[in-house]
C-alpha cells in the first residue's frame, strides 16, 4: 500500500506558476513510478507526466510539453509538477498516481493511461483565471 497526498493547488492568473506536490507514504516510494493525472469539469481524466522509479525517464501530455515539469526526490518520497505559462484550459482537479510496473521499462510505456495506476491520491484544484 501506499498513500498518496497532493498540495500546491489553487488560484493563478493565467500566464502564472504553480508548483504541486504528492507526498507519498507506506511502502519504498522509490519502487513506484509516478503520473500527474487531471480532470476538468464534465471531461474524462487525462493524463498529463509521468516519471520512472529514479526519475531518468519523463514523458509528457503534448498539452503542457515546454510548459509542465515532474520531477521526484526520492529522500523526500514527493513528486512534483513545476506548471509554467498556465491557460484556463488547464484548470482541473489534479492527482497524482503511483505503480511499480513491475519495475519493467516496457510495462512504464503504458504510464499514459488511468488503468495503468493502481494508488491515486485525492486531487488538489488548480483553477487559472483569464
Not at 50 to 56: N, P, Q, V
Not at 118 to 125: D, I, R, S
Request: glycine letters at 12%; proline letters at 2%.
Amino acid at each position: 500500500q501506499v498513500q498518496l497526498v497532493e498540495s500546491g493547488g489553487g488560484l493563478v492568473q493565467a500566464g502564472g506558476s504553480l508548483r504541486l506536490s504528492c507526498a507519498a507514504s507506506g511502502r519504498a516510494f522509490s519502487h513506484f513510478a509516478m503520473g500527474w493525472f487531471r480532470q476538468a469539469p464534465g471531461k474524462e481524466r487525462e493524463f498529463v507526466a509521468a516519471i520512472t522509479w529514479s526519475g531518468g525517464t519523463t514523458r509528457y501530455a503534448d498539452s503542457v510539453k515546454g510548459r509542465f515539469t515532474i520531477s521526484r526526490d526520492n529522500a523526500k518520497n514527493t513528486v512534483y509538477l513545476q506548471m509554467n505559462s498556465l491557460s484556463p484550459e488547464d484548470t482541473a482537479v489534479y492527482y497524482c498516481a503511483a505503480d511499480t510496473f513491475a519495475g519493467d521499462i516496457i510495462a512504464w510505456s503504458r504510464s499514459y493511461g488511468t488503468d495503468a495506476y493502481t494508488y491515486w491520491g485525492q486531487g488538489t484544484q488548480v483553477t487559472v483565471s483569464s
